[in-house]
């Protein structure tokens, strides 16, 4: 009885390191995937949103995606956690603001609720939410991003 007492202590009062993943409570972070999901934290709490990936019960993965093209999912469900699936192959050639603009698009199905927005100003498009399969561009570089995130945290 204590000791199932002080494990589920443990469980829930404890943010552990486990070989660098993340595991909050029950929820689990791929290492590689972590200083991207921290950078939406930052980003948005900058803009005034209190971002709590433990209260909406966020997840990362990195895995093999088998369907052509596909770099990142957000598999979303009102009975489990949230998951942000991305492509291993993908992920291990992307820059890292290739790689910061996948878990922003994710996290913002999976945290922020959002769906794709193909809104376009002169053949850009104007959200990290774009669908990547109409006809904007999207120019997501260092100078850009602040506008991007503003728009994305709106
Ligand atoms: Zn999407």
Not at 5 to 25: D, R
Not at 38 to 64: C, H, N, P, S, T
Not at 82 to 98: G, P, Q
Request: proline share 1%.
């Amino acid at each position: 009885m204590l000791l199932i007492f002080s494990t589920s202590l443990l469980i829930m009062g404890c943010a552990k390191e486990n070989n660098e993943n993340l595991v909050i409570e029950d929820l689990f972070i791929d290492e590689a995937l972590v200083p991207y999901f921290e950078r939406f934290v930052a980003e948005g709490m900058i803009r005034g949103q209190a971002i709590d990936l433990v209260e909406k019960r966020i997840e990362g993965f990195l895995m093999d995606i088998e369907e052509a093209n596909v770099a990142g999912q957000c598999s979303y469900s009102t009975t489990s956690t949230r998951k942000v699936n991305i492509d291993r192959t993908y992920w291990n050639s992307a820059t890292d603001l290739e790689k910061e603009f996948l878990i922003f698009h994710e996290l913002g199905h999976c945290y922020l609720e959002r769906s794709h927005s193909d809104a376009q100003q002169n053949s850009n498009c104007i959200s990290i939410m774009h669908s990547g399969t109409s006809d904007c561009r999207l120019r997501y570089t260092a100078t850009s991003r602040g506008d991007y995130l503003d728009e994305l945290f709106e």
